[in-house]
């Protein structure tokens, strides 16, 4: 019997449509701080979400082009679209949608002309002011699911378009998080923890579900963790890689596992259903990028471990 008890099962209460408190009581003394952060952390930075990455304005080559009839330059029409906060339709991972509006006008967010793929959360949401009967504003907006916070400039480098503007992605859907720690009595003694967790999202997710959610990774992430196994002498892990290079390379087809892969990146495919080698090879790397959890640095793990049995990864379309 551990000597670590664990906590109730937390409730909720429910403040607003985007936020709600979550108490979870009777946690081991010190545990209130150590699950509490670690909770907070997963919900800012690793929960997907939408957000616009890339935008075509008529008549703007560059984010310093001013428009005739508007009132915003083009920096403040950016800083207001990345405002707008939308929610994609299970299984889509990108999109693009309209604006098109002529004459005296504020612009919002319901301007925005969409499909059944994607919804607008917060139509209200403005966008620009269009001061004359002669004024035009068409802007073509693309919109990607992500994790967290991606600068421009971590992205891969991809052919842009004419005239289109890439922008930062905040895909996060969680606005705030806060949370604080209390004692409480369980039995006879008076310094177990009570965590009060309060969650505020940008309304394409409840906070419920986000809460759920950022359980979820955490346990993927020590369920990853929590075998071990002992390290091989160099000398010998050498001579079992030539000889499964080898035993391998006669062979049409082998699993994945034979890429000895670190094990999230093992987990990634197989819970994708990849467990081919030849199955991973007929992907590029924009397929391998929108399975969940799988980065740059991962891809480039794959391919240097297929490599050694002469697979390689489909070309970029």
């Known amino acids: 019997m551990s000597l670590i008890t664990i906590p109730d099962t937390p409730n909720f209460e429910r403040i607003n449509e985007r936020t709600s408190r979550f108490l979870i009581n009777g946690c081991y003394p010190g545990y209130g701080i150590t699950l509490g952060n670690s909770l907070r952390r997963v919900l800012l930075s690793s929960l997907v979400g939408s957000a616009v990455t890339e935008i075509k304005i008529k008549g703007a080559t560059h984010e310093f082009t001013t428009l005739k009839g508007v009132k915003e330059d083009i920096i403040q029409i950016i800083l207001n679209l990345k405002k707008v906060r939308f929610q994609l339709q299970e299984g889509t991972e990108d999109i693009k949608v309209l604006i098109k509006v002529k004459g005296i006008k504020e612009v919002t967010a ?26 035009d504003l068409e802007i073509e907006i693309k919109i990607e699911k992500g994790v ?4 421009v400039e971590q992205r891969e480098e991809r052919e842009k378009e004419l005239g289109a503007i890439a922008i930062d992605g ?21 310094d177990y923890d009570r965590i009060i967790l309060e969650i505020t999202t940008d309304g394409t997710i409840t906070p419920e579900d986000a809460y759920k959610q950022a359980v979820e990774v955490l346990l993927k992430q020590f369920k990853a963790i929590s075998t071990i196994k002992e390290k091989e002498k160099k000398e010998v892990k050498e001579f079992k890689e030539k000889k499964n290079v080898k035993e391998l390379k006669a062979k049409e087809d082998f699993e994945i596992s034979a ?6 990146i093992h987990n990634v495919l197989e819970s994708n259903e990849l467990t081919k080698v030849s199955e991973v090879s007929k992907l590029s790397k924009k397929d391998l990028r929108k399975l969940e959890g799988m980065g740059n640095k991962g891809i ?3 391919q240097d471990a297929m490599k050694k049995f002469g697979y390689s990864l489909k070309k970029n379309d």
């Open 110 to 135: 319901k301007d925005i002309k969409t499909s059944t793929e994607v919804k607008v959360v917060n139509p209200e949401q403005h966008i620009a002011s269009l001061t004359s009967n002669k004024s």
């Open 148 to 151: 967290g916070y991606v600068a």
């Open 170 to 190: 905040l895909f996060s859907p969680i606005e705030r998080v806060n949370f604080k720690v209390e004692d409480m009595r369980v039995g006879k003694r008076t």
């Open 259 to 264: 890429l000895e892969l670190s094990t999230r």
């Open 300 to 302: 480039d793990e794959i």
